[in-house]
């Protein structure tokens, strides 16, 4: 009996080539950097710049609203200092994070998948953290403490 080997080559698509800097449809906002992104909130591979692009612009739509009650009180403001448009940045990258988490959990049920979806649920509730120190850093917004009696 013979065997006949047949082999199906695997071709992958050209990768779609995506411009390092986003551009704020917002002027008042500065740009965004996907290759910062990558450097500063490590992502593995499986994120696309594609998907992580779609990523950063939906987090611009956020947080540009989130800041548009400060903006409209604070019509003065020309421009953003270079430590406002530091504190900017970090916030689309908090949201951007959070994001990319929720896009890609980890379906497994078993005891160790529970596990990992426990560590996500808190690797997204300290990017909200994150998100929101930004953002009250940036608004200039005093930090609050509540107690409970």
């Known amino acids: 009996m013979s065997r006949s080997s047949t082999l199906i080559p695997h071709v992958q698509p050209d990768p779609i080539v995506i411009d390092d800097l986003i551009i704020n449809y917002d002027a008042f906002y500065p740009d965004i950097s996907i290759a910062k992104y990558r450097r500063e909130y490590r992502n593995d591979d499986t994120v696309t710049d594609e998907r992580l692009k779609e990523n950063i ?21 020309l421009a953003l200092s270079d ?4 504190l900017y940045g970090r916030a689309v990258y908090h949201r951007t994070k959070q994001y990319v988490i929720k896009q890609y959990p980890d379906i497994d049920t078993t005891g160790d998948g529970a ?5 996500m ?3 997204i509730r300290d990017e909200q953290q994150g998100e929101r120190e930004t953002i009250r850093l940036l608004t200039g917004r005093a930090r609050t403490t509540v ?3």
């Open 57 to 77: 612009e939906t987090a611009l739509i956020f947080i540009n609203d989130a800041l548009k009650k400060w903006r409209k009180d604070n019509p003065e403001l």
């Open 83 to 86: 430590i406002q448009q530091q």
């Open 115 to 119: 596990d990992k979806a426990e560590s």
């Open 121 to 123: 649920h808190l690797r």
């Open 147 to 149: 107690t409970l009696i």
